[in-house]
């Protein structure tokens, strides 16, 4: 029997996590290592289309006051630095109840102190017309904030080059991330309510 409780069971409820994290520095370079963990929670079972990494590059935002929020949404107005299709060699098309993948996706950023890089994962569903799944780090270049002995000088630009993704999950550099803990990192349906 059918009952309108049973409808919230089948929700799509993926855990998704990850971390960000720079290694490897040079004097000209340094690797950003951005993992990400999507498994299906729930208890229906999820049909991905093909994700895609997008990466965006800002400059460091100008303090106005004490304390400001910084808002993700506004370092992502503008088109992404790149844009990277992903496989179902590196996530699956579909997740039963209980089963994950983690991918690490490795870009080699050149080392420009103060500008902001931003990545990003959009999962879509197989359903054109279902709500899409997305997740999100950013972090200074390189790990580099803009000090006032750097800030003097010219900075470089900062291109970006896709390398290839790997399949170990790295230590965090802004959090430790585990399957069990859902509260360091951000899940958002685009076109539906936010999930956290």
């Not at 808002?71 to 994950?100: C, R, W």
């Amino acid at each position: 029997m059918y009952r309108e409780t049973d409808v919230p069971a089948q929700e799509k409820r993926p855990s998704i996590q990850s971390e960000l994290k720079w290694t490897a520095n040079s004097k000209e370079s340094c690797l950003a290592e951005y993992t990400v963990t999507f498994k299906n929670v729930g208890k229906t079972s999820i049909d991905l289309g093909s994700p895609t990494l997008k990466v965006w590059v800002t400059d460091q935002p100008k303090l106005n006051g004490q304390a400001e929020y910084l808002d993700p949404h506004a370092l992502i107005t503008n088109s992404p630095q790149f844009e990277q299709k992903l496989t179902n060699e590196e996530f699956a098309n579909h997740y039963p109840p209980d089963v994950g993948d983690t991918v690490t996706m490795t870009t080699i950023v050149k080392r420009n102190p103060g500008r902001i890089l931003m990545f990003a994962v959009d999962f879509p569903q197989r359903d054109p017309g279902a709500a899409h799944f997305l997740d999100y780090r950013w972090g200074y270049a390189c790990d580099e904030p803009l000090t006032e002995s750097v800030s003097k000088k010219k900075r470089p630009l900062a291109p970006q080059h896709w390398d290839t993704p790997g399949t170990r999950l790295s230590r965090g550099f802004h959090q430790s991330i585990v399957l069990r803990n859902a509260s360091a990192f951000m899940i958002e349906e685009i076109g539906g309510p936010a999930r956290i």
